[in-house]
């Protein structure tokens, strides 16, 4: 069985654990803080983030990306990478835009300012969010969701006719933000009914079940028909 460290409502570290869903992968998940920079974990990744994944023959592998390219290289390549050259480039620009256009100006600014700081200490940032950056996060989502929106409308799935990477990055993100009621989901009926697609597959499930001590999601959250 692999092992996964992971924080929970981090959004890289849910792209793996659906992929590992959509792999029939089992992992047992190690819920780890980056911020407590343990000395065991650091010595699995000396940059002391998540996710970190550890396989079978113990093989640690760091970072999203390199833990999605890992997956399809010594499990199943076509699972979540299309075929063709072409179409495995928009896969990788769309992982990209995720988890660094979206990152940068919406999941930093409503996830990281309203869950990470709460847990960590004042000398790494923690306190009390900046206004500013959620009223900024709170801005941009809508931007990003239609977008989301235009690209379901175009195909099947975000990045062509199959489930991909693009899939999972993007509702890893969104779930995130959506754990905190903040996404706008009646300004975009395209972006809500792919939305609804992923989070009824059964690598959803799990994270429809995590929980932030003393922060509960709100009921749709979990609600399938939300």
């Given at each position: ?84 050259p ?7 620009r ?29 000398e ?17 989502i ?37 754990y ?6 009646d ?17 959803f ?22």
């Amino acid at each position: 069985m692999v092992t996964l460290y992971h924080f929970s409502l981090c959004p890289f570290s849910r792209t793996i654990r659906l992929a590992l869903g959509e792999y029939d992968l089992a992992a047992e998940l190690v819920e780890e803080r980056p911020w407590d920079r343990r000395e065991d974990f650091m010595a699995l990744n000396p940059a002391g983030t998540v996710p970190v994944l550890v396989d079978d023959d113990g093989s640690v592998v760091s970072g999203d990306g390199v833990i999605a390219e890992y997956l399809a290289e010594t499990r199943d390549p076509l699972r979540l990478m299309p075929q063709s050259p072409r179409e495995r480039a928009e896969v990788r620009r769309l992982v990209a835009w995720f988890d660094r256009k979206f990152d940068e100006e919406v999941s930093q600014n409503l996830v990281a300012e309203k869950i990470h700081r709460r847990f960590m200490p004042r000398e790494m940032g923690g306190g009390a969010p900046d206004a500013a950056a959620v009223r900024a996060g709170l801005a941009n989502i809508r931007h990003h969701l239609n977008y989301i929106g235009y690209l379901a409308r175009q195909r099947n799935w975000l990045a062509g006719e199959n489930l991909s990477y693009a899939d999972l990055a993007a509702a890893a993100h969104l779930s995130c933000v959506d754990y905190l009621g903040h996404v706008p989901w009646d300004e975009n009926a395209d972006a809500r009914t792919w939305y609804a697609r992923i989070k009824s597959r059964p690598s959803f499930r799990p994270l429809l079940s995590d929980h932030v001590p003393g922060m509960k999601p709100p009921a749709a959250y979990a609600d399938l028909d939300f």
